[in-house]
């Protein structure tokens, strides 16, 4: 028996998946440990082995595969604790990064402060050097003065240091030679190339993408390396992969070469997983809803396809790196209630986390959280909480809704279904942001519903939004980690090649194609043997744009001399697509090209479907609370039958997820065990 492991690594609990060669799906749940997000991922390989009745090490000598989702980078720019960065640049650019591209985020803001800086200005060193935009060297690399600057960047101690010339996209010699410089002076450092990590015009983004890079790659690879040992010490011997915000995975030295591309390296497989589901489902329009107990993120599935975007914004700092389109909202089951100086109820952003938790966990929080809101209305069943390895404490709960009731001047439950009510309406708008302000009708999707917390929260939230299927998966609670292991390894290159398609050279433009698959491919090579797949792509515009859109070039006639000609049609069309019209007659602008290298990983088994049974009758009965007590019966998620139905209002529930039925709703066992639900269309309940 062999298995494959899908770990992701969340604010609040670190979820485990292990799936043997007939796709049958074992889970584990266990509570992260912020201090070190490896002791916990270790807890829950311990756990996980005593549920396939292994020890660690015999499953760890089992397992082909590892493929790890982590928020380390992700909380290292947030939280502002990444590395002590200085910066090289040519000389009369050090403050291309403080001016941004001359607009605020919000331009209208009159009283918005500047964003605050990766790195200091007395950081941000300049070098005598100059490259034009042609590829003709003005000013060759001073070795004075690029002495001058490591010897400043050494005095200060600096751990990281990012290298930024100009045009160096066109020719990168003078920032090669720097690394050179850079690793005789100072060995230790971690050093980040834009030529490397994004070689591509438009300085800003070039800049902020390596800065970013720069700040969080020592504390990523540190991370990692010591996950790495700490596997291996436990008995591991296979490759160890990491899931990065375009959705596909790298190994382990390419995940901290490149550390900007983990920012989203959990949410990235919830939306992966999506994907995968779609297709299991036979609903290729999904909206992810991913609910776990610090955030919530939100995307678009169109078409079987999730939506990449070139333009993230994390923290204030621009990522121009190819990411998954998800937005993250600071709602989940730990966010925290509070009554503002107004009287007004707010839930979140603020998250009690895994320490010390909502109330209800006994940890020391005693502040409500929205997880003891649902454990006031009934919603949990406090004995059952991860399958009953910890017991959630009503009375800690009620004394913590009992502050925020006395502080509105209402009763405890009246005060807990408002927490329940903000929170929903919170995750809905955040809906909203992904589909209605993008022009796209949310009534048109379902709603995948998943994380830990999702199943208590999505049939109000499709109802509020006027969606009438929501599909709830076996494996919600850690679909994320599930999802991880129907990714494919994935290199991504970009070259810019900037000039007016009518005037370039079509041969030329194949040849670079071939270049970059060639570059992808030996990168692929180096750590995968198998089958393996490229994608093409380009950055297009009209002559009088600014911005450029990506498009695929899947159906391009690479076999012809000219294929110029097939690109700017396959541009036109796109841009009608996106934006409703095309200007055939116009100049079109090729800014980039684009190739995507995939090695081809063995396929996720799809979820067996499961045996017929008999109606499956509940297993029990709780009361919950929406305007009034009502005894709802209560299900073994689990054990239910395919093609059952289950008339709400009722509660379904795992080990680790429960999902709430409301009055009107009515949900249906899909042969993989899945639930289908129809949402009633009404009021807000």
Same mark, same amino acid.
């Given at each position: 028996?062999?298995?494959?492991?899908?770990?992701?690594?969340?604010?609040?609990?670190?979820?485990?998946?292990?799936?043997?060669?007939?796709?049958?799906?074992?889970?584990?749940?266990?509570?992260?440990?912020?201090?070190?997000?490896?002791?916990?991922?270790?807890?829950?390989?311990?756990?996980?082995?005593?549920?396939?009745?292994?020890?660690?090490?015999?499953?760890?000598?089992?397992?082909?595969?590892?493929?790890?989702?982590?928020?380390?980078?992700?909380?290292?720019?947030?939280?502002?604790?990444?590395?002590?960065?200085?910066?090289?640049?040519?000389?009369?650019?050090?403050?291309?990064?403080?001016?941004?591209?001359?607009?605020?985020?919000?331009?209208?803001?009159?009283?918005?402060?500047?964003?605050?800086? $990766?790195?200091?200005?007395?950081?941000?060193?300049?070098?005598?050097?100059?490259?034009?935009?042609?590829?003709?060297?003005?000013?060759?690399?001073?070795?004075?003065?690029?002495?001058?600057?490591?010897?400043?960047?050494?005095?200060?101690?600096?751990?990281?240091?990012?290298?930024?010339?100009?045009?160096?996209?066109?020719?990168?010699?003078?920032?090669?030679?720097?690394?050179?410089?850079?690793?005789?002076? $100072?060995?230790?450092?971690?050093?980040?190339?834009?030529?490397?990590?994004?070689?591509?015009?438009?300085?800003?983004?070039?800049?902020?993408?390596?800065?970013?890079?720069?700040?969080?790659?020592?504390?990523?690879?540190?991370? $990692?390396?010591?996950?790495?040992?700490?596997?291996?010490?436990?008995?591991?011997?296979?490759?160890?992969?990491?899931?990065?915000?375009?959705?596909?995975?790298?190994?382990?030295?390419?995940?901290?070469?490149?550390?900007?591309?983990?920012?989203?390296?959990?949410?990235?497989?919830?939306?992966?997983?999506?994907?995968?589901?779609?297709?299991?489902?036979?609903?290729?329009?999904?909206?992810?809803?991913?609910?776990?107990?610090?955030?919530?993120?939100?995307?678009?599935?169109?078409?079987?396809?999730?939506?990449?975007?070139?333009?993230?914004?994390?923290?204030?700092?621009?990522?121009?790196?190819?990411?998954?389109?998800?937005?993250?909202?600071?709602?989940?089951?730990?966010?925290?209630?509070?009554?503002?100086?107004?009287?007004?109820?707010?839930?979140?952003?603020?998250?009690?986390?895994?320490?010390?938790?909502?109330?209800?966990?006994?940890?020391?929080?005693?502040?409500?959280?929205?997880?003891?809101?649902?454990?006031?209305?009934?919603?949990?069943?406090?004995?059952?909480?991860?399958?009953?390895?910890?017991?959630?404490?009503?009375?800690?709960?009620?004394?913590?809704?009992?502050?925020?009731?006395?502080?509105?001047?209402?009763?405890?439950?009246?005060?807990?279904?408002?927490?329940?009510?903000?929170?929903?309406?919170?995750?809905?708008?955040?809906?909203?942001?992904?589909?209605?302000?993008?022009?796209?009708?949310?009534?048109?999707?379902?709603?995948?519903?998943?994380?830990?917390?999702?199943?208590?929260?999505?049939?109000?939230?499709?109802?509020?939004?006027?969606?009438?299927?929501?599909?709830?998966?076996?494996?919600?609670?850690?679909?994320?980690?599930?999802?991880?292991?129907?990714?494919?390894?994935?290199?991504?290159?970009?070259?810019?090649?900037?000039?007016?398609?009518?005037?370039?050279?079509?041969?030329?433009?194949?040849?670079?194609?071939?270049?970059?698959?060639?570059?992808?491919?030996?990168?692929?090579?180096?750590?995968?043997?198998?089958?393996?797949?490229?994608?093409?792509?380009?950055?297009?515009?009209?002559?009088?744009?600014?911005?450029?859109?990506?498009?695929?070039?899947?159906?391009?006639?690479?076999?012809?001399?000219?294929?110029?000609?097939?690109?700017?049609?396959?541009?036109?069309?796109?841009?009608?697509? $996106?934006?409703?019209?095309?200007?055939?007659?116009?100049?079109?602008?090729?800014?980039?090209?684009?190739?995507?290298?995939?090695?081809?990983?063995?396929?996720?088994?799809?979820?067996?479907?499961?045996?017929?049974?008999?109606?499956?009758?509940?297993?029990?009965?709780?009361?919950?609370?929406?305007?009034?007590?009502?005894?709802?019966?209560?299900?073994?998620?689990?054990?239910?039958?395919?093609?059952?139905?289950?008339?709400?209002?009722?509660?379904?529930?795992?080990?680790?997820?429960?999902?709430?039925?409301?009055?009107?709703?009515?949900?249906?066992?899909?042969?993989?065990?899945?639930?289908?639900?129809?949402?009633?269309?009404?009021?807000?309940?």
């Amino acid at each position: 028996m062999t298995y494959r492991i899908g770990i992701d690594v969340g604010g609040t609990f670190t979820d485990l998946v292990a799936i043997d060669p007939a796709g049958i799906t074992t889970l584990a749940k266990v509570p992260s440990t912020p201090e070190d997000p490896s002791i916990g991922v270790l807890d829950g390989l311990q756990l996980l082995a005593g549920r396939l009745s292994l020890d660690r090490a015999a499953l760890l000598g089992q397992t082909d595969r590892i493929v790890h989702g982590t928020t380390v980078a992700t909380n290292a720019l947030l939280e502002h604790k990444g590395a002590r960065l200085g910066l090289l640049t040519t000389e009369g650019h050090r403050d291309v990064i403080e001016m941004r591209e001359g607009l605020k985020d919000d331009r209208y803001n009159l009283r918005m402060p500047p964003p605050e800086q $990766l790195v200091p200005r007395r950081l941000r060193l300049p070098v005598r050097e100059r490259i034009r935009a042609d590829g003709r060297i003005e000013m060759p690399l001073d070795p004075s003065s690029l002495d001058a600057a490591i010897g400043a960047l050494q005095r200060e101690e600096v751990e990281a240091v990012a290298v930024c010339y100009l045009h160096a996209w066109r020719d990168p010699r003078h920032e090669r030679l720097t690394a050179e410089a850079l690793a005789r002076a $100072l060995p230790d450092v971690y050093v980040s190339l834009s030529s490397e990590v994004l070689p591509q015009i438009k300085e800003f983004e070039r800049v902020s993408t390596t800065l970013v890079n720069a700040y969080v790659g020592p504390v990523l690879s540190r991370y $990692l390396e010591r996950l790495e040992a700490r596997l291996a010490e436990a008995g591991y011997r296979g490759p160890t992969l990491i899931i990065q915000s375009h959705g596909g995975v790298a190994p382990i030295a390419e995940a901290g070469r490149l550390a900007a591309g983990a920012v989203l390296s959990g949410p990235a497989g919830g939306v992966a997983g999506s994907v995968y589901a779609a297709r299991l489902a036979g609903e290729p329009n999904l909206i992810p809803f991913d609910m776990g107990g610090t955030s919530t993120d939100i995307c678009l599935v169109v078409d079987g396809q999730a939506a990449l975007v070139m333009d993230r914004r994390i923290a204030g700092h621009r990522i121009a790196l190819n990411s998954l389109d998800i937005a993250s909202i600071g709602a989940g089951g730990g966010s925290i209630a509070r009554v503002d100086a107004g009287g007004i109820l707010h839930v979140g952003p603020e998250s009690a986390g895994a320490v010390p938790g909502p109330a209800c966990y006994g940890q020391g929080g005693g502040e409500a959280t929205v997880t003891d809101a649902n454990l006031v209305l009934g919603y949990l069943d406090p004995g059952n909480f991860l399958g009953g390895e910890r017991r959630l404490d009503m009375g800690l709960a009620e004394r913590a809704v009992d502050r925020i009731a006395a502080a509105l001047g209402i009763d405890r439950l009246a005060a807990a279904r408002g927490i329940h009510r903000v929170i929903n309406t919170s995750m809905a708008e955040g809906v909203r942001l992904v589909s209605v302000r993008r022009g796209v009708d949310p009534r048109r999707f379902a709603l995948f519903a998943f994380g830990g917390a999702a199943g208590l929260h999505a049939t109000e939230i499709a109802r509020q939004l006027g969606l009438a299927r929501v599909v709830v998966p076996r494996v919600a609670s850690v679909l994320s980690a599930w999802g991880m292991l129907a990714t494919d390894l994935r290199f991504e290159l970009s070259r810019t090649h900037i000039g007016d398609a009518r005037a370039l050279d079509g041969a030329a433009v194949k040849r670079l194609f071939e270049e970059m698959e060639a570059e992808g491919l030996a990168r692929l090579r180096a750590s995968f043997a198998g089958p393996a797949r490229t994608a093409r792509a380009v950055d297009m515009r009209y002559g009088e744009q600014v911005f450029e859109i990506t498009v695929p070039l899947d159906c391009v006639d690479w076999s012809i001399a000219d294929p110029l000609p097939q690109i700017v049609e396959r541009f036109h069309r796109r841009h009608e697509a $996106l934006y409703t019209y095309s200007m055939p007659d116009q100049e079109t602008v090729l800014v980039n090209a684009r190739v995507a290298v995939s090695g081809i990983l063995e396929e996720l088994p799809q979820e067996p479907n499961l045996p017929a049974a008999s109606r499956t009758p509940p297993a029990g009965e709780r009361r919950i609370y929406f305007d009034e007590w009502i005894a709802a019966p209560v299900y073994n998620f689990d054990a239910l039958a395919p093609a059952q139905t289950i008339a709400g209002p009722a509660i379904i529930e795992s080990a680790t997820t429960t999902v709430l039925l409301r009055p009107g709703d009515r949900a249906t066992v899909t042969p993989q065990g899945w639930l289908d639900i129809a949402v009633q269309p009404g009021a807000a309940q």
